[in-house]
């Protein structure tokens, strides 16, 4: 199932073009604004920094760059998602260091190099940087088994939840209209003239088949016979012989729930030619064959 998710994501992705643009263009942004600032920070502190230096004006550039890249959306359902707030300090810690720069004050810029954050900062999101495979999202590889899923923009991404979730509703609406259909093949009624014979506890006789499902019967009784509600019966009708429980009784017919189903060959025999289907009518409380 996860393979097949892969290829339908694939298959958006190439339909949509090259994935993941956005992400590389900030992850590349990153990487060298990084390096700018690990140049600019070493010449810092040897005191060799100006206003105009070649390392400064690369950090403005990609910063620059940067302004112009959805942060939120370039890293949306990547692992850098969760490492937002480390993005946000490192950029904003570029522009405390180019500030700092610019104030041309030494003691001022000997303070910023002295915070251990103004280094660290910037070493931590090197090795990040370097582990982060932007085609994929992923940090360190990833994906299923040796097969990496392409990273797709959230619009495509929610084209593929979208279509994954409408498959899986048409799939149980086709699943639960299948049971309804066998549902009702079952208890769809037919009107028959079919003579049987029902055995009980209490008794057998002759009785009549008005009305037959393969669920349960209407029957017409015999003056002898005299079952009641609940009753465990065997009903006998063209050399099938059915378990039974009386279902309902009325005066002189019985409703009755057959313990297991007729099977369809036995039930086409005793409905052929000479049946047809009963309409439905308003269900009465007790009925089988009308519940």
């Known amino acids: 199932m996860r393979a097949r998710l892969s290829l339908l994501a694939i298959c958006l992705w190439a339909l949509s073009g090259p994935a993941g643009a956005e992400t590389c263009a900030l992850s590349e942004a990153m990487t060298r604004l990084a390096a700018a600032q690990t140049q600019l920070i070493e010449r810092a502190r040897s005191g060799q920094v100006a206003a105009n230096d070649p390392?400064?004006?690369a950090m403005r550039a990609e910063r620059a760059v940067l302004a112009r890249i959805n942060l939120r959306g370039a890293i949306a359902g990547t692992d850098l998602e969760e490492r937002r707030r480390e993005l946000h300090d490192f950029i904003n810690g570029a522009v405390a260091l180019e500030q700092v720069i610019g104030s041309r004050s030494a003691l001022a810029v000997q303070d910023h190099l002295r915070r251990p954050a103004t280094l660290g900062r910037v070493e931590a999101m090197t090795d990040l940087l370097a582990g982060f495979d932007c085609q994929t999202g992923r940090l360190g590889g990833g994906g299923i088994g040796d097969f990496s899923i392409p990273l797709m923009p959230s619009g495509q991404l929610g084209a593929v939840f979208a279509l994954v979730s409408?498959?899986?509703?048409a799939g149980v609406f086709w699943a639960l209209s299948r049971l309804h259909a066998q549902h009702e093949a079952l208890r769809r009624r037919y009107i028959v003239s079919v003579p049987g014979?029902?055995?009980?506890?209490?008794g057998s006789g002759p009785v009549r088949v008005n009305n037959l499902s393969r669920l349960g019967a209407q029957v017409s009784l015999g003056q002898s016979l005299d079952p009641e509600a609940g009753d465990a019966v065997i009903l006998d009708m063209a050399g099938l012989s059915v378990p039974a429980r009386v279902a309902w009784r009325k005066t002189g017919i019985a409703g009755l729930t057959f313990n297991r189903r007729v099977a369809p060959d036995a039930?086409?025999?005793?409905?052929?030619?000479?049946?047809?289907q009963r309409p439905r009518t308003p269900p009465r409380q007790g009925d089988p064959l009308n519940s």
């Open 55 to 57: 390392a400064l004006s």
């Open 166 to 169: 409408a498959s899986v509703t």
């Open 197 to 202: 014979r029902i055995s009980a506890a209490s």
């Open 267 to 276: 039930f086409a025999d005793l409905t052929h030619s000479r049946a047809q």
